[in-house]
């Protein structure tokens, strides 16, 4: 039987780790709140005192961590992943992090004979605990099939993108576009509503056609409704902004909608909305125009 | 039998007055361009030397022109709609305009008995040919239910959205969306291509998930393969970045991401693509990260 | 002796006039605002009823209107100053409007025998009080030169910038140069206070460097100290970055700095700013970053 | 007499270092490429073979080192500045970069008796060689005080402007308005041409009024003539827009121009022009309205 060791026991963390117990899999999971380890030998995983614990067993290591600085001192500390891996040891960075780590990442672990994936996901808390996550993977085709069990049971729509880093900067893509779409979802509904329209009416209109998207779709009555319960959390949309704007860096490339839109969460967060759902990006645009509260 | 006067046959005009003999309405029909006369003929309607012409025995009369001047003088002018029309007439003007001038059009007709609706359409030739489009209605109830035989041969998503004039700003909230949703995906392409990847699988992702939409379903593969014949072109959004602009100040809002889209289509045009679909906004995407011809 | 028709005596029109009867020329004034007929009077010029009054006895008409749907009225309505002009009329339109409404004015003059200059101004209404205004004109240079003596009191800088239209075209890039240089002042601004430093002395030294401008020079206290009287009106400079986008559109060009600033300064008005001076595009953006009231 | 240990002698390091040594200073220099420590001997410099030697017997230790890692490898590593420092040294760190590393340097120098000073600067290779740099200060009143004399044979507007890391806040918003301005004149060139006017004579009257700017005073003619050889490349300035971007995301603000004017500097970049001054902002510009080559 496989040994997950599973680093990152928060929101996201939680339920996978859940997932890959129920599917048959030994997890010893470790993070630095106790309560989330408690959940974990609950439902029948171990539980390891430090990541080097949860590595050195291990057949296959997720790390499911905030941002780049915390997956670099799991993965390059003393006593980290890196450090502590059993020859062979399959390691997947799930974490939504900036391509240039997970490129060093699969460096150094190919050093050490360490295998290593990126594998970001999106479909977010409910997605992880359904185990209907979308995952984006990046390194060598014969790892991800070898990871093929292990995504099995945490996603749906599980792709192999294409080399260390891919899957990341999938993800950069995927959260410009969904910041994107919110911002011009936002600016529709003010424009509707401050020209004396029943906004929902006429979203329902553009929902039917070319301006049609999954977030019309699933989105449009709570923004009218000014429902913002997360969901996504304005923060951690604006943290992955920051990564967008890393690899748009990196790559070379400009990305002027994508430079503003940014500025735009940022300023969701700054106005104080970062605890709510991505989609209040639509209290940025009211305030703009003077409306709203 | 009902008589609809339709002034302005081109590439939308056209097959709209085709389906509405179909559907056995008599159909006099005017336009500059000979060739559009014929095929009118040819179909079993009538010609009319001039508005005046076709609008004083019409029940119904229809206009689809290119944008707001050509409105105003049909609508306005000596002999123009306003002028002709019979007591009663239903006016339909299914042009995309800014919207005040469809509440100017619905003012002066009420003062002159003539029942006005501003109704602009999305779906492109293809939706008016198929007679599928979507339309946007303004107007009075009573007025829009009159419409209801008129609109059926046409589309397919037929929705009441306010009052004079609203139809109009439906549509701009509309292409709003959709010239927004085109810049992202441009950028999208742009990263993911730029960082070595394969664009086609990253969108294959990203149309699967929260960042879908009716656009990656229906261009990531044209637009990855560079293919931008219309379908729409980049020279009609660009005028529909205009209406959404003055939709804006007239309802005193502030659009920043409309802002920026309305010039980058602007750019489109500038560079010399104003004949290509609007999908062809991944040029100017492109062009500022120095990639693409 | 010549003698000048004068229409518009807001705060601008009203000290130019005054000026011109200080040089010694007659004026004659029309304005709809009754009190300003009164002031014309008190300092020696005389009062027409009508447009065409103003017009017909004159050797030079100027006018100074609020947009281009005024300036369009006046000029070519029934007993407008095209209608009532004698023959070798020089007709200076001094308001700020779209290039292409002056071209037009030139056209239709040229028709009837009346030499046309577009000669907007910039300077406010103390420049005009002066009679310090900078004056960017318009039209052939034999009408530049025939209007020396009547812009020598209402001017310092008198500039001859090209055919017919050119005064507002660089006009327009005045604005757009203005108001984008308020908006990144703002910026900086509300970087340096959210970092806790100490704004005045951070723009001190960005005053000194190749960061420094007229508007760093004039207005780094008062921004600072949030004084916000005008001045020239947030308003009218939202009047203005419609004109540069209409500018912007018939030149076919793209500018997506300009674009995005007309969207701040939307945002000005539409949060309620329009009669404060155009320096509290730096209420906007302290606003966007949750500062301020 | 005072011993300066200087790291990095680059295009503004070199000239630097030789002020210092020309008003008495011993220097005792340190790069990796061999041809400017002869430079430095052969005006009466020491060479180091290290940071460590550099810094072990120094009163004071200057950096000027291109981004933040090479300034965090310098300052922190093994044989590091705060490594080799003898107690009481004061380190000036002049480089341009991130806010958040200077306050870092400044506390982990405080906890090892090392006195920090962040003292970015701006004036260019020009102003290095004549020594008129404006100096950029932050850090402890006392500590200013104390580098005095240092700083004086280097600059001419030195000013203290807030604790650690406020010299790199100020010297971000100054690089925010300088690059901000350029797109803004880019734009306004763009404009001019598009419209058939001469450019050079538009921006003469611009830099007259209240558009007016350093800028514009010193670059507009070389713009105009499409003549970019630097002065300060792109290259630099694309770091330095990073530089903002992050400061932005520390002090949690939105800077909605400065995040489109990075994307557009951005775009110099990846479109080839990283080695041409920064006014080739232009070429983007131009390029996005088809101008150009």
């Known amino acids: 039987m496989t040994t997950v060791g599973f680093i990152g026991l928060g929101i996201m963390g939680s339920p996978m780790a859940s997932n890959?117990?129920?599917?048959?899999?030994?997890?010893?999971?470790?993070?630095?709140?106790e309560?989330?380890?408690?959940?974990?030998?609950?439902?029948?995983?171990?539980?390891?005192?430090?990541?080097?614990?949860?590595?050195?067993?291990?057949?296959?290591?997720?790390?499911?961590?905030?941002?780049?600085?915390?997956?670099?001192?799991?993965?390059?500390?003393?006593?980290?992943?890196?450090?502590?891996?059993?020859?062979?040891?399959?390691?997947?960075?799930?974490?939504?992090?900036?391509?240039?780590?997970?490129?060093?990442?699969?460096?150094?672990?190919a050093e050490r004979g360490v295998r290593v994936l990126d594998a970001p996901v999106s479909g977010g808390e409910r997605g992880a605990i359904d185990g209907v996550l979308s995952i984006m993977v990046g390194g060598a085709p014969e790892d991800f099939a070898a990871a093929a069990a292990v995504f099995e049971p945490l996603g749906r729509t599980i792709v192999h993108v294409g080399p260390a880093g891919a899957g990341q900067t999938v993800k950069a893509a995927n959260q410009l576009v969904v910041g994107g779409t919110y911002a011009l979802v936002a600016e529709a509904i003010v424009l509707?509503?401050?020209?004396?329209?029943?906004?929902?009416?006429?979203?329902?209109?553009?929902?039917?056609?070319?301006?049609?998207?999954?977030?019309?779709?699933?989105?449009?009555?709570?923004?009218?409704?000014?429902?913002?319960?997360?969901?996504?959390?304005?923060?951690?949309?604006?943290?992955?902004?920051?990564?967008v704007l890393d690899?748009?860096?990196?790559?070379?490339?400009?990305?002027?909608v994508g430079g503003l839109v940014a500025q735009l969460i940022a300023s969701a967060r700054a106005q104080g909305h970062g605890q709510l759902d991505h989609s209040a990006l639509l209290k940025v645009a009211e305030n703009l125009s003077g409306r709203g509260d």
Do not use: C
Not at 220 to 231: A, C, D, K, L, Q
Not at 247 to 256: D, G, H, M, Q
């Open 20 to 33: 890959l117990l129920r599917a048959g899999f030994d997890v010893i999971g470790y993070d630095l709140v």
């Open 35 to 109: 309560s989330s380890l408690e959940r974990l030998t609950g439902e029948g995983g171990q539980v390891a005192e430090s990541v080097a614990r949860a590595t050195s067993d291990a057949d296959v290591v997720i790390t499911m961590l905030p941002n780049f600085p915390q997956v670099e001192a799991v993965a390059f500390g003393e006593g980290g992943v890196l450090d502590s891996a059993k020859p062979g040891l399959l390691y997947i960075d799930m974490s939504s992090i900036r391509p240039q780590t997970s490129r060093r990442i699969a460096e150094e672990g």
């Open 192 to 243: 509707l509503e401050a020209s004396g329209l029943d906004a929902g009416l006429g979203l329902d209109v553009l929902a039917g056609g070319l301006a049609g998207s999954r977030i019309l779709e699933l989105k449009r009555r709570t923004m009218v409704e000014r429902r913002f319960e997360p969901g996504f959390r304005i923060d951690l949309h604006h943290k992955d902004m920051g990564i």
């Open 247 to 256: 690899a748009a860096r990196e790559a070379e490339v400009a990305l002027p």
